[in-house]
């Protein structure tokens, strides 16, 4: 049974950090972006090193004292705020952005986990290099964020998730010990490799505070084009003969719907529209290029042979770096939008890329029977990332589909599954999809991963609630 943080455990706690530690937590601490979560917290730890989580980890261990780990506060499934039960610590490492190290002719960066994204491609770009996670949100989501999501991003095609862009990491384990692997290695077998178990473990199974992450030269060139489509299975033909004809040099393969556009048009007029006509259906695709190729040229390229089969209608290609940004901003707006309208439910779901096609208006039916809505399918088609997003008719709040939410859910996440796709694809479990895991999990997994955290975690402290309900603390009581 875990303890509460209480003003005797923050007084505890603060006797033994340097000034400033600890203090009450600020409202931005106890919030989730869409609103549907509002979080609690003892008391608000800020360490500014390593040593320093280590004596808040060992001090809640000693008490029983639940702590949740919090980066940017970007998280959309509840992983940074905690739900009910004794009020735990909050640990931010905010505080803790240092670049411990660059190494640009090895392609490496050490740095510590409250850095944020756009502070890390900073970093790298200072070094004529590139760090190529790329998230809308990179401006406040943190590295240690990152790495605990495992997040995806735009250009997971290319360069894969944030576990393929990490070398080590440096944690601190739930009795307090830090484990340090910072190693700037790229083969290292000896032993298991508890970098990966760390990653996507949402601070369930420690705490990461720096990490070691891997760079790559910058393109020589990059291009972009809009290119309308007649649907998610041209859209996928149109994938495969760019990765044909520009193996490895497709960076990024965004599918949107033009209900995604009509939002933009709604609340955010000022984005300009990059059609006269809202298509149903369009992709953007990004290039980066070696030295000696054209960008314009390979995409004009691309559309041809894309329009003599019948995969392509309109197209627009990026002119200059500014219209390749805009048409990023198009895409990365789309968020923004959608969280203004307001959803009934949100689904970041994944699946095989040859079941897309045929889920898309699977969904859209199996829905129909349950209300009227709009949907706004949109997402990372090169890695079988959807984002399908449901919301009321216009008109309609989300308020008056509370009572429907749950049904909604479960009518897309069971034809996911049904399809042999995920229910999370890059934003991980936290706590809003922890049931979710419980119902659509494999049994021999989930009970893996319970010895897990039981072996690493056994009183249950770290980011309690999240990923696994109820998991841990069975050793420590009595």
Not at 235 to 263: C, I, K, N, S, W
Not at 286 to 293: F, Q
Not at 403 to 429: F, P, T
């Amino acid at each position: 049974m875990l303890h509460p943080a209480d003003p005797a455990f923050a007084a505890l706690l603060a006797a033994r950090l340097p000034p400033g530690r600890v203090r009450t937590p600020e409202p931005r601490h106890l919030e989730e972006p869409r609103g549907r979560w509002h979080g609690q917290g003892g008391c608000l730890a800020l360490p500014r090193s390593t040593a320093e989580v280590a004596t808040i980890v060992a001090a809640c261990a000693a008490a029983r004292v639940g702590i949740v780990p919090w980066g940017g506060g970007t998280g959309l499934v509840g992983g940074q705020v905690a739900g009910p039960g004794p009020a735990p610590v909050i640990l931010s490492l905010e505080r803790m952005t240092a670049v411990r190290g660059i190494w640009p002719a090895e392609n490496v960066l050490i740095v510590e986990a409250g850095a944020t994204l756009a502070d890390v491609q900073a970093a790298a770009e200072g070094a004529g290099r590139r760090f190529p996670l790329s998230l809308a949100s990179e401006g406040s989501a943190t590295i240690g964020g990152n790495l605990a999501t495992n997040a995806g991003g735009t250009a997971v095609l290319r360069y894969g998730n944030a576990r393929d862009l990490c070398l080590g990491v440096e944690a601190v384990l739930a009795d307090g010990s830090v484990l340090h692997g910072l190693k700037r290695l790229r083969k290292d077998n000896t032993g298991y490799d508890l970098r990966h178990l760390l990653i996507g473990s949402e601070g369930t199974l420690g705490i990461i505070t720096a990490a070691a992450l891997r760079l790559v030269p910058p393109p020589a060139a990059e291009g972009a084009a809009l290119m309308v489509v007649p649907g998610p299975a041209a859209a996928l033909d149109l994938l495969a003969l760019a990765q044909g004809r520009l193996a490895g040099l497709v960076t990024g393969f965004e599918l949107m719907h033009r209900t995604g556009l009509e939002f933009l048009a709604q609340t955010m007029p000022d984005i300009r529209q990059p059609f006269a006509v809202p298509p149903e259906w369009f992709v953007l695709v990004d290039l980066g290029l070696p030295e000696g190729l054209d960008p314009a040229a390979a995409l004009e390229g691309l559309y041809a042979a894309a329009a003599e089969q019948g995969l392509v209608g309109d197209g627009l290609i990026a002119s200059s770096a500014a219209q390749r940004s805009a048409f990023w901003a198009l895409r990365e707006a789309i968020p923004l939008a959608n969280r203004k309208v307001g959803a009934v439910s949100s689904h970041d779901i994944s699946l095989p890329l040859s079941a897309i096609a045929g889920f898309i208006p699977r969904a859209t039916a199996a829905l129909a029977e349950l209300g009227d809505w709009r949907i706004n399918c949109f997402g990372h088609l090169g890695d079988g990332n959807l984002h399908f997003n449901v919301f009321p008719a216009p008109g309609r709040t989300r308020a008056a589909h509370d009572h429907q939410r749950a049904a909604v859910m479960a009518c897309v996440y069971d034809l996911v599954h049904a399809m042999g796709g995920s229910i999370s694809a890059e934003h991980g479990v936290g706590r809003l999809k922890a049931g979710d895991l419980e119902r659509y999990g494999d049994p021999a997994r989930l009970a893996a991963m319970r010895a897990i955290k039981a072996a690493l975690d056994p009183c249950g402290i770290l980011n309690p609630g999240a990923v696994l309900r109820n998991a841990g603390g069975d050793i420590c009581e009595g």
